[in-house]
């Protein structure tokens, strides 16, 4: 499939299947001036696997770590409604992260999986290293602590969780990962919160052993859009190298609720707040131009403000960019699964983008 990497509209029609899913058929696409949607599947990177633009992120999935001091803890059952609402809508891949209760989210997805009944290699699972205080040769010894955790399911995606923290440099946490990729005890290498120099030393070093740097984990949304400014898009477009957008919500920010309801805030784990600002009422007021015009397009779409939002993550940077919400409970991931199918006009995008805060 062409990896069009560019900001350039593209169109994919959706077929309904004999399944209770909508099946977006891969190759159906073509350039309309007016309308964008981006459906399908994408290329991850310039490798052969194919993604939904949009994922599961299962930071959720967890009740210790760093994920625990953001979220509540999740119960089997909780994460495995949330896993099925994903698939049913449609969604084909899952991400998750060593650090993410270190190994408890890894170990809820695989459970779900496993409940559902879905078989090993028919979905698509990423997962992440910490480097927090460790050398590169713990890539190696963990893997299987990785693929425990996983229980059968192969990991597609091992991605370095940040340039960050780690007692060996760079280029020897790449080589690493190359080592495991080369052993085919992974799929892909990919890595997180790298900047534009980062990410291309990595797909250098790559290279060198005749292998891609598949992506790179970044934070991206309607807040926050350092990668247009700071090289990481240009670089990811010259390099063929997906972005997957995490926080594309801005911790919730986007869909309006804590403007509607202030008080819900209050309620929010002192981490959360401290992450997104709130509750500091100058951020709400800052942002409610944006949330009015999430709400005046979403109401054109009987959609929400989240799914505009999400759409305008998948939409705005062409087939470079991807994004993983988060999910609390099923009818978030059944929200967020439905903007697989949600069409954003270049009039919409450009109102979101003239909307945005600084920009």
Same mark, same amino acid.
């Given at each position: ?71 509540? $803890? ?19 891949? %899952?991400?998750?992260? =060593?650090?993410?209760?270190? $190994?408890?989210? =890894?170990?809820?997805?695989?459970? @779900?999986?496993? @409940? ?9 699972? /990423? ?5 927090? $205080? ?59 919160? %790298?900047? @534009?120099?980062?990410? =291309?030393?990595? #797909? ?27 090289? *990481? ?11 997957? $957008? ?12 804590? #403007? ?72 978030? @991931?059944?929200?967020?699964?439905? *903007? ?5 006009? #270049?009039?919409?995008?450009? /109102? ?6 600084? #920009?």
């Amino acid at each position: 499939m062409p990896s069009g990497r560019d900001a350039r509209p593209i169109v994919a029609t959706p077929q309904a299947s004999g399944a209770s899913r909508l099946c977006f058929v891969v190759g159906q696409r073509r350039l309309e001036p007016e309308g964008l949607i981006m459906v399908g599947f994408r290329q991850l990177g310039n490798t052969d696997v194919e993604i939904t633009p949009i994922g599961l992120g299962c930071m959720q999935f967890s009740v210790s770590g760093l994920a625990g001091l953001i979220y509540p $803890g999740m119960q089997p059952d909780r994460s495995t409604e949330i896993v099925k609402a994903a698939l049913d809508g449609g969604i084909n891949w %899952f991400d998750t992260a =060593e650090m993410y209760g270190h $190994g408890h989210s =890894e170990r809820l997805l695989s459970g @779900a999986l496993h @409940a559902l009944g879905v078989e090993p290699g028919s979905i698509r699972i /990423a997962t992440k290293w910490t480097p927090f $205080g460790r050398r590169a040769s713990s890539i190696i010894k963990t893997i299987h602590d990785r693929l425990d955790a996983l229980q059968g399911y192969p990991i597609d995606l091992h991605q370095i969780h940040t340039p960050r923290g780690g007692l060996s440099p760079i280029e020897a946490q790449v080589d690493a990962m190359a080592d495991l990729a080369e052993a085919e005890q992974i799929g892909h290498v990919g890595v997180s919160n %790298f900047s @534009a120099g980062q990410m =291309e030393l990595a #797909h250098i070093r790559l290279r060198k052993r005749g292998l891609v740097l598949a992506s790179n984990q970044v934070q991206i949304s309607l807040l926050h859009r350092s990668i247009e400014t700071d090289g *990481v898009l240009s670089t990811a477009r010259r390099l063929g190298i997906t972005l997957i $957008g995490y926080s594309p919500l801005r911790q919730g920010i986007l869909t309006g609720r804590f #403007h509607d309801d202030p008080s819900t805030i209050r309620a929010l784990p002192i981490t959360r707040r401290w992450m997104t600002g709130l509750p500091d009422q100058r951020v709400l007021r800052r942002t409610e131009p944006l949330i009015n015009e999430l709400r005046r397009i979403a109401a054109a779409h009987d959609a929400t403000p989240a799914q505009v939002a999400l759409g305008w993550v998948i939409s705005n940077y062409g087939d470079t960019v991807v994004c993983i919400p988060g999910a609390s409970n099923a009818s978030q @991931a059944t929200e967020s699964a439905a *903007v697989l199918g949600l069409e954003l006009s #270049h009039a919409e995008l450009i /109102a979101l983008n003239d909307a945005t805060p600084g #920009h």
